[in-house]
């Protein structure tokens, strides 16, 4: 039987709202052809304050190096996956190899750091 009792961080919620934000604002604003396309600039722009206001959020909840850390890498991987699978983008091995290893990080952190988030 799963267990619900122990409470999730809400800087976790709010980090993952900041962080599905960002990458989707960067796909739009890669879709937009720099400013080619202004509606779709204009919704990427909305949704970088949106992001950041939830990374400000979630900043009360967490320490700031740990939210850079999963923000970062976890925006990373998911631009370089949305990248590839809807825009065509290709990236190299170098590339792949780079974001394996910040996903890694990003699992040493979780796993076995003292650090609470």
């Known amino acids: 039987m799963l267990d619900f009792s122990s409470k999730i961080n809400p800087g976790i919620i709010w980090l993952m709202i900041a962080i599905l934000t960002d990458v989707f604002s960067t796909f739009y604003s890669a879709k937009a052809n720099g400013l080619e396309n202004k509606y779709e600039q204009i919704f990427a722009l909305l949704l970088y304050i949106i992001s950041f206001a939830c990374c400000a959020i979630a900043l009360k909840y967490m320490q700031a190096g740990i939210l850079y850390v999963l923000w970062s890498g976890i925006g990373v991987m998911a631009v370089a996956l949305l990248s590839?699978?809807?825009?065509?983008?290709?990236?190299?091995?170098?590339g792949w190899i780079g974001i394996t290893l910040i996903t890694l990080g990003l699992i040493v952190i979780a796993k076995y750091s003292n650090i609470n988030v």
Do not use: C, F, H, S
């Open 84 to 94: 590839r699978i809807y825009l065509g983008q290709i990236i190299d091995i170098a």
